[in-house]
């Protein structure tokens, strides 16, 4: 997918859904990817459904923090003008977009925590964001497999998180020990 062409107004606007997705981000960037493959994906058209899946996948299988995602989105969208500079320039769009607001509220609002942590409310909040947390992953978890629906074909892929999700959950398995299994399974063309 190339050739799209993006006014400064249309960077502001990409700038601009970061900065809003940033502070909706409770449990990392990924719980945003679905809102992200809408705008990026369905309404503006300017990622592939193919590139937006790259990205995510990458950025999750490449060692560090998984917020590469978020570049590598960046990234294709400069690259879809034709120009490297303008991906370079996509790589900064998003990452600062996406990162300004969450860590100046979690910086302002860990240190107001701190300070305030055995209050009745503190605690409260700190337990009722885990529900939230747990349905933004499982959304993001649903926009990813989309593409995965024809369940006669792709039973093993489906068996393999489940049977993920169960060892995770039951056991104290390292979580690496479950992707290198998922790797092998991959390598020798079994899901």
Same mark, same amino acid.
């Given at each position: 997918?190339?050739?799209?062409?993006?006014?400064?107004g249309d960077w502001l606007q990409l700038f601009m859904q970061y900065l809003s997705l940033s502070l909706l981000?409770? $449990?990392?960037?990924?719980?945003?990817?679905?809102?992200?493959?809408?705008?990026?994906?369905?309404?503006?058209? =300017?990622?592939?459904?193919?590139?937006?899946?790259?990205?995510?996948?990458?950025?999750?299988?490449?060692?560090?923090?998984?917020?590469?995602? @978020?570049?590598?989105?960046?990234?294709?969208?400069?690259?879809?003008?034709?120009?490297?500079?303008?991906? #370079?320039? $996509?790589?900064? @769009?998003?990452?600062? $977009?996406?990162?300004?607001?969450?860590?100046?509220?979690?910086? #302002?609002?860990?240190?107001?925590?701190?300070?305030?942590?055995?209050?009745? $409310?503190?605690?409260?909040?700190?337990?009722?964001?885990?529900?939230?947390?747990?349905?933004? #992953?499982?959304?993001?978890? =649903? @926009?990813?497999?989309?593409?995965?629906?024809?369940?006669?074909?792709?039973?093993?892929?489906?068996?393999?998180?489940?049977?993920?999700?169960?060892?995770? =959950?039951?056991?104290?398995?390292?979580?690496? =020990?479950?992707?290198?299994?998922?790797?092998?399974?991959?390598?020798?063309?079994?899901?």
């Amino acid at each position: 997918m190339s050739g799209i062409t993006l006014q400064w107004g249309d960077w502001l606007q990409l700038f601009m859904q970061y900065l809003s997705l940033s502070l909706l981000s409770v $449990g990392g960037a990924i719980t945003t990817a679905p809102e992200m493959h809408r705008y990026l994906v369905d309404q503006t058209r =300017w990622l592939s459904e193919q590139q937006f899946t790259a990205s995510i996948a990458i950025a999750q299988a490449a060692p560090g923090p998984n917020i590469l995602f @978020v570049a590598l989105m960046g990234w294709h969208v400069g690259i879809n003008t034709g120009s490297i500079a303008m991906g #370079l320039f $996509g790589v900064m @769009v998003t990452m600062v $977009g996406i990162m300004l607001p969450s860590t100046t509220l979690t910086y #302002l609002a860990a240190q107001w925590g701190h300070r305030n942590r055995n209050l009745r $409310g503190v605690r409260a909040f700190k337990q009722g964001m885990g529900p939230i947390v747990i349905a933004l #992953l499982v959304a993001t978890g =649903w @926009v990813l497999t989309s593409a995965h629906n024809d369940a006669a074909k792709d039973w093993p892929l489906w068996l393999l998180t489940a049977v993920s999700a169960l060892v995770i =959950w039951r056991t104290r398995l390292h979580l690496l =020990w479950m992707l290198g299994a998922g790797a092998l399974l991959g390598w020798f063309g079994l899901v």
